[in-house]
Structure formats: C-alpha cells, structure tokens
C-alpha cells in the first residue's frame, strides 16, 4: 500500500484533471481524479483523501454546495476550491462555505502544488516538529501545535487548515497588532496582496467560532485602519 498523501480531484475538464494529476503524482502524490459530485461521493465512501481539490463550476451540484455539504457533515477534509472565475466575491464566497484555499483558472501547477504543501499536514509533519512543541492556553481554550487541534473546555473545537494556521499565528504574537500584510507574509503557501479581504473572512469566521465555543469574551479584536489584536485574556 502507498504511503503518499491522497488527493481527491473533482472537475469537469478531463484535460486539466489529466494535467494536474500528473504533475502531483511527480511529486510524490497519489491522485484520484472524478469529474463531478455523485462520482465524488462513491469514492469519499471507500477511502478518506488528505485534500480535496475541487471544481466550483461543474454541471449537477457545483463546487460550492459540495463544499457546503461536506462541512455541515463534519468532514474534516481540506478543500482547494478551483474557478475560471477570478472575482473576489467568488474567493470569499468559496472561503465562507469552508473552503480552505482558492485558485483562479488558469494557474501554474507549481503555484497549485505550492497551495497543495500548505494546506495538507503531510505524513512526517507533526514528528518533525516535536522539538518545538508548544501548548497555547488562552480562556477555556488550547491550542496544540503538536495535534494541531484546538480544544475548548477539553472538547475539540474544529477548525479549516486555514482557520488553524492563522489562530497559530495570533497566539504566537499575542496582545501584538497584526495588519494584512504581516498576515499574509506568515501564512504558509500564500502570495497576495494586503488588500486581499480573503484575510478579513478568515479572521472573521475563525473569530465566529471561538466566540461561539466560549460566549462574550473577545480573544480576536479589530484594531480599525491598522489590523487584528489577539488578546489572550480579554476583560469582561
């Protein structure tokens, strides 16, 4: 049996499904490829992939329901959400269903690849980085970089990769403000503007979710025309 990381790609086109799966099957991943919804489901129901790459437009169910779907179910899968549609509207709207990437069509497979290695939590990961373990208490909350979970009240809490990687990085710099650059040049994999309200969506539903977990305190504050103040004990 393979060691390497599965993908699951769902997408229409059988000419960018053969392109894509070559080229990550040269680096060292096993690819299965579907081309719509139904096709999707039979595979999730035999094997559970490390990511899900994901078409938004496809006839049937798009890429946007499925998405949807497969996280009001409490399918921990990561999803890259593919588009020939560049639109902001469309990326946030892709994040906001759970998505934990967006790439617009076309793109470059070493852009795509690149993506891929940030989101996933390859086999190996969590042993190489034992060294530097670190348990972040922050309310009822832990974070443990080692797990790469967040617990609440010892209940673990889910979060998207995304959602993880950015709470990582407010707890590392606590009481500190952050602005969009900053963010968006310490998480892993990401080349985008400071502009980018992608950034604002994830800060505002990983926000949602600790508060939701923990009731009126506001560990994620928003500091207007400067950035994101992550304060460990917020009073009141």
Not at 146 to 157: N, V, Y
């Amino acid at each position: 049996m393979s060691n390497k990381p599965t993908i699951l790609l769902v997408d229409d086109d059988a000419e960018l499904r053969e392109l894509v799966s070559r080229y990550l099957m040269n680096h060292d991943f096993q690819v299965i490829c579907v081309d719509g919804a139904p096709a999707m489901d039979k595979v999730l129901l035999e094997t559970t992939p490390e990511l899900l790459i994901l078409d938004l437009m496809m006839p049937g169910e798009d890429g946007l329901s499925v998405a949807k779907r497969l996280k009001a179910s409490h399918n921990n899968i990561p999803i890259i959400m593919l588009s020939a549609k560049g639109e902001d509207v469309d990326r946030i709207v892709g994040l906001e269903v759970g998505a934990d990437d967006y790439l617009s069509k076309p793109f470059n497979p070493r852009e795509l690849l690149a993506r891929v290695r940030a989101v996933m939590r390859r086999p190996g990961q969590q042993q190489e980085n034992e060294g530097s373990t670190q348990r972040f208490s922050f309310g009822d909350f832990v974070l443990d970089t080692q797990r790469h979970q967040l617990t609440h009240k010892g209940e673990l809490l889910h979060l998207t990769t995304s959602e993880y990687e950015l709470l990582e990085i407010l707890v590392q710099h606590p009481n500190q403000v952050l602005n969009r650059d900053m963010l968006v040049s310490k998480l892993k994999g990401y080349d985008r503007s400071p502009f980018d309200r992608s950034i604002d969506v994830r800060v505002t539903r990983l926000r949602a979710k600790l508060e939701k977990a923990e009731g009126s305190p506001h560990h994620i504050q928003t500091i207007w025309g400067k950035g994101y103040l992550f304060v460990p004990n917020p009073e009141g």
